[in-house]
């Protein structure tokens, strides 16, 4: 059986007005990629249901989508909290230097001095720059010592997808 793997490209967070629509909080790059979409994958973390969109349209940072079948306020708060998936085959392609946030989960963390420091767990999304949380699988305290690194380019020294691998400058304050 083939393996799939889905990428999220938004989160619904709201209803928009009264006639069905939904408030999407993008988590793409490119936002724009939804008026491209004919359906849209919502994931509620154990099933992936398929919904055709009627319509898209912007409203400040937020895509506002249509589904068929969806015509009411209270059918659209039930979508509420569910992500928005692609195969990834049908994800936008990558210019150079570039890659899928996707693909950063687990990758082994080095420093540029080559000293281990873990694996990316999990990635903070914020306004300014993205945080990487870094965790060592091999640390048994309760609760497990996290890093944080910024994802921007003075921390962030190499990304190798093929070798799974991340080196990092240490700044000044951030770790040990």
Same mark, same amino acid.
């Given at each position: ?10 989160? #619904?967070? &709201?209803?928009?007005? +009264? ?7 993008? +988590?793409? *790059? ?10 849209? %994958? ?9 919904? /055709? ?17 969806? &015509?009411?306020? +209270?059918?659209?708060?039930? %979508?509420?909290?569910?992500?928005? /998936?692609?195969?990834?085959? *049908? ?5 150079? =230097? ?12 080095? +420093? *540029? ?15 300014? =720059?993205?945080?990487?949380?870094v965790e060592d699988p091999k640390d048994t305290g309760v609760p497990k010592k996290k890093l944080?690194?910024?994802? #921007?380019?003075?921390?962030?020294? &190499? ?18």
């Amino acid at each position: 059986m083939e393996h799939i793997e889905y990428f999220e490209i938004g989160k #619904i967070v &709201n209803t928009q007005g +009264t006639n069905g629509d939904v408030r999407v909080l993008p +988590t793409t *790059d490119e936002p724009e990629r939804f008026s491209d979409l004919k359906v849209a %994958l919502l994931d509620n973390g154990k099933t992936k249901t398929e919904y /055709k969109i009627e319509k898209v349209w912007f409203n400040k940072k937020f895509v506002i989508l249509k589904f068929e079948g969806i &015509n009411d306020m +209270t059918t659209a708060d039930g %979508l509420r909290g569910l992500s928005i /998936k692609i195969d990834r085959k *049908d994800a936008l392609p990558l210019k150079e =230097n570039e890659y899928y946030i996707s693909d950063l989960y687990d990758m082994a963390v080095y +420093t *540029d001095e080559d000293k281990y420091l873990g694996i990316i767990k999990d990635i903070l999304f914020t306004a300014a =720059n993205d945080v990487y949380i870094v965790e060592d699988p091999k640390d048994t305290g309760v609760p497990k010592k996290k890093l944080l690194l910024p994802a #921007i380019k003075e921390c962030i020294v &190499n990304v190798s997808v093929n070798d799974n691998k991340m080196i990092v400058h240490m700044m000044e304050g951030l770790g040990e």
